[in-house]
């Protein structure tokens, strides 16, 4: 499932720690000292996750220990988030043999105009058995939150429905053609809607509707500025669009900063980039480039 997979940075909290100075009539300042952080922070480890049709799997590591995790999750519909369930066991012939913690959360929203988002897990975790640790008992049946942020690169934005439109590669388009009516309307060559998925931070794949096309051997690239991705167009078998062979490369544009005297800025995010025919379709030779825009929907 998208937004699930790769891994977290992995926080639980205790949930009846105040500091001395907690709310105070004149001094609503806490949780200000490296002891007071110290004492809220439970545990600190990485969630690693892949997603397997509706069952997730992984483990989750600290130095020194770790568990194998085993769940399953809730595909979010409408309002409704992504949600999930994962049990955390300890693994044999090691220092967390016989562990058991139950995790539920869900996935944070994304903001629409939302600034320096990261994808977040938040939700509540049990031991459900108890165990060797600190103290030299930790009894069965406490509760702690929990957020786990992801770790990048991450590439939600690129998940979706995008409005796509491949356009005439001809630069004289426009001034040779502006006084000839019955050639206006020749500029856009394709337009469909791409359905992207990213199944992990670095994947991509998805189908189109108009175009009839299976986007597959996507991949993505978020380790710098602006996230690109490569990913490959094949016509079904079966359809008038078998043997149709597209290949894609393009980038998602920078979110601008609203300026100063402005009283919004209307911007959608956009894929650009170019396609290659890598096989001849109809009146096309294999090898034709096109540029392309797709707007998020």
């Known amino acids: 499932m998208p937004g699930l997979s790769e891994s977290w940075t992995f926080r639980s909290f205790n949930p009846t720690y105040a500091p001395e100075n907690h709310f105070t009539a004149r001094n609503l300042q806490v949780f200000t000292t490296e002891r007071d952080e110290l004492e809220l922070i439970r545990a ?32 979010g519909a409408g309002a409704s988030p992504i949600r999930f369930t994962i049990t955390g066991t300890g693994r044999p012939d090691s220092d967390t043999a016989g562990w058991e913690y139950l995790y539920e959360g869900h996935l944070t929203r994304r903001w629409q105009n939302g600034r320096d988002q990261r994808p977040a897990l938040v939700g509540s975790v049990m031991r459900a058995k108890t165990h060797n640790g600190v103290p030299p008992r930790s009894p069965a049946g406490e509760v702690f939150s929990f957020i786990a942020v992801k770790e990048p690169p991450f590439t939600w934005e690129l998940s979706g429905s995008w409005t796509y439109r491949s356009f005439l590669n001809d630069p004289a388009y426009f001034w040779e053609r502006k006084l000839n009516p019955e050639n206006l309307g020749e500029l856009i060559l394709q337009e469909a809607v791409f359905k992207l998925e990213t199944p992990t931070s670095t994947t991509l794949q998805g189908t189109t509707e108009a175009l009839g096309l299976d986007l597959r051997e996507g991949t993505v690239q978020s380790d710098g500025e602006p996230t690109s991705f490569d990913i490959k167009g094949f016509g079904r078998p079966g359809t008038n669009n078998a043997g149709w062979e597209f290949h894609y490369h393009g980038h998602l544009t920078p979110r601008w900063p609203k300026p100063r005297e402005a009283s919004r800025v209307d911007q959608v995010p956009t894929l650009v980039g170019s396609v290659i025919w890598a096989k001849p379709q109809e009146e096309t030779p294999a090898g034709y480039v096109a540029p392309f825009i797709a707007v998020k929907r």
């Open 44 to 75: 600190e480890a990485v969630f690693n996750l892949q997603v397997t049709g509706t069952t997730l799997a992984g483990r989750i590591e600290w130095p020194g220990g770790g568990l194998n995790l085993n769940g399953t999750f809730l595909p």
